[in-house]
T-cell receptor
Framework: QQQVKQSPQSLIVQKGGISIINCAYE??????FPWYQQFPGKGPALLIA?????SEKKEGRFTISFNKSAKQFSLHIMDSQPGDSATYFC????????????FGSGTRLSIRP | EAGVAQSPRYKIIEKRQSVAFWCNPI?????LYWYQQILGQGPKLLIQ????????DSQLPKDRFSAERLKGVDSTLKIQPAKLEDSAVYLC?????????????????FGEGSRLTVL
């Protein structure tokens, strides 16, 4: 089964700083890499996703960088705000099925005021 | 548009008892997922339905877990008998797959989850 390895497990960043979360995947036949954000007591929600016909995708303060040769992708949060404090999950489709989404272990992000 | 509805939100049971969780996906979403999220871990896929058929249940402990999706809409997940290690949040998600555009799998829309505590 596809593995998605995520790091770090937890991260503390000062307000206004840059938060960086990394993910590595094994193999996939379907190039689609989403990031989900989860607040306590809520289900995960799609934050941003990339299809690797591009190496980078930016939406507001959130950017995904993708390195296909290294099988790695990362989430950058610029100008981090206390409201960004949440758990972030990277994900990838299972090798054999585009619709079977496998999640990483999560990164708990805390933004200090 | 109404989101994914789940119930109950919380359930506490003794080990060896049974429990059932219910999920109502977003209207028109053909694909429905059940994930198990143990505290401090990422969601683990248990079972995936497309309409009322099972697409993948390879990670479902079939000796104690069962799930069904009648008429391709609502779904129930049952655990019988429950073990201590089943304590987790059970998340239901739905997507428009296979009718997706822009991405292979489409966006997964999650409910708020059902938190199970087994004592």
């Amino acid at each position: 089964q596809q593995q998605v390895k995520q790091s770090p497990q937890s991260l503390i960043v000062q307000k206004g700083g840059i938060s960086i979360i990394n993910c590595a995947y094994e193999n996939t036949a379907f190039d689609y890499f989403p990031w989900y954000q989860q607040f306590p007591g809520k289900g995960p929600a799609l934050l941003i996703a990339i299809r690797p016909d591009v190496s980078e995708k930016k939406e507001g303060r959130f950017t995904i960088s993708f390195n296909k040769s290294a099988k790695q992708f990362s989430l950058h949060i610029m100008d981090s705000q206390p409201g960004d404090s949440a758990t972030y999950f990277c994900a990838a489709p299972q090798w054999s099925s585009a619709s079977k989404i496998i999640f990483g272990s999560g990164t708990r992000l805390s933004i200090r005021p | 548009e109404a989101g994914v509805a789940q119930s109950p939100r919380y359930k506490i049971i003794e080990k060896r008892q049974s429990v059932a969780f219910w999920c109502n996906p977003i209207s028109g979403h053909a694909t429905l997922y059940w994930y198990q999220q143990i505290l401090g871990q990422g969601p683990k896929l248990l079972i995936q339905f497309q309409n009322n058929g099972v697409v993948d249940d390879s990670q479902l402990p079939k000796d104690r877990f069962s799930a069904e999706r009648l008429k391709g809409v609502d779904s129930t997940l049952k655990i019988q008998p429950a073990k201590l290690e089943d304590s987790a949040v059970y998340l239901c998600a739905s997507s428009t797959y296979p009718r997706t555009s822009g991405s292979p799998a489409g966006e997964l829309f999650f409910g708020e989850g059902s938190r199970l505590t087994v004592l």
